[in-house]
């Protein structure tokens, strides 16, 4: 069997993330926070989880952009690790400082935030994700980007309208996720141009495949700890 080009193997990817069972645009937090169905303490909670990702994405983009080999997408990483750390891009704020603000708004203390515990499942997802960054090659780590920055515009939408229409937030207080529709719009123009480019092979395309539904599995289980509070 041929193996797919770039091009047609970027749609399976997309395929494969809308009906995935792991969506995170059909998750039981984000549908009931946008139906404001989520009772507050929960969304506190799922938000003390989170924190521990947020800390860790600005990192992660670092590594990605040292893991580079391409000069023009290394460039264009090192705009997603100057976004992530001073909201560059889209003139906002360093996005933890934006989640620390929509934190606060929803009754957690930055000290609540800082020292929360990670639950297992949230642990699993940031060591995986720092994991494949050195055992799996470079463009193969980054496709796991259309499993999360491929989601995060519909679903960033979703928990901001449901917090300001149902739990009382002003558009200042959700900013963190109206920046990320924006935001993760581009970062995952990047992520496609790197399949198309470096992910040809059977191999690179079997490995890439993975690491997608791995990634859609572990954010489902960390968006999940919501129930645990």
């Known amino acids: 069997m041929a193996v797919a080009t770039g091009s047609r193997f970027l749609e399976e990817i997309k395929q494969e993330v809308a009906n995935s069972e792991w969506s995170s645009v059909r998750h039981p937090f984000v549908v009931g926070v946008n139906n404001g169905t989520i009772p507050l303490h929960q969304i506190r909670g799922w938000a003390l989880q989170d924190s521990h990702y947020r800390r860790d994405v600005h990192r992660l983009a670092l590594l990605r952009y040292l893991r580079c080999t391409d000069p023009d997408?290394?460039?264009?990483?090192?705009?997603?690790?100057?976004?992530?750390?001073?909201?560059?891009d889209t003139g906002s704020d360093g996005h933890f400082q934006l989640f620390l603000r929509f934190a606060n708004a929803i009754g957690l203390s930055e000290e609540e935030v800082r020292n929360a515990e990670p639950l297992p499942a949230t642990a699993a997802h940031i060591y995986w994700a720092e994991l494949i960054l050195w055992t799996h090659p470079w463009p193969v780590a980054m496709a796991a980007q259309m499993a999360g920055e491929g989601q995060a515009p519909i679903t960033s939408r979703m928990m901001s309208e449901g917090l300001q229409k149902h739990y009382g937030l002003t558009a200042e207080q959700a900013a963190f996720f109206d920046v990320h529709v924006e935001?993760?719009?581009?970062?995952?123009?990047?992520?496609?141009?790197?399949?198309?480019?470096?992910?040809?092979?059977?191999?690179?395309?079997?490995?890439?495949?993975?690491?997608?539904?791995?990634?859609?599995?572990?954010?489902?289980?960390?968006?999940?700890?919501?129930?645990?509070y």
């Open 73 to 88: 997408i290394q460039r264009r990483l090192g705009g997603v690790v100057a976004e992530e750390a001073e909201g560059t």
């Open 183 to 228: 935001a993760d719009s581009d970062h995952r123009s990047l992520a496609e141009d790197i399949v198309v480019k470096y992910i040809v092979t059977e191999e690179l395309q079997a490995q890439a495949m993975a690491v997608v539904k791995r990634k859609l599995k572990l954010m489902y289980d960390m968006r999940s700890t919501y129930a645990a």
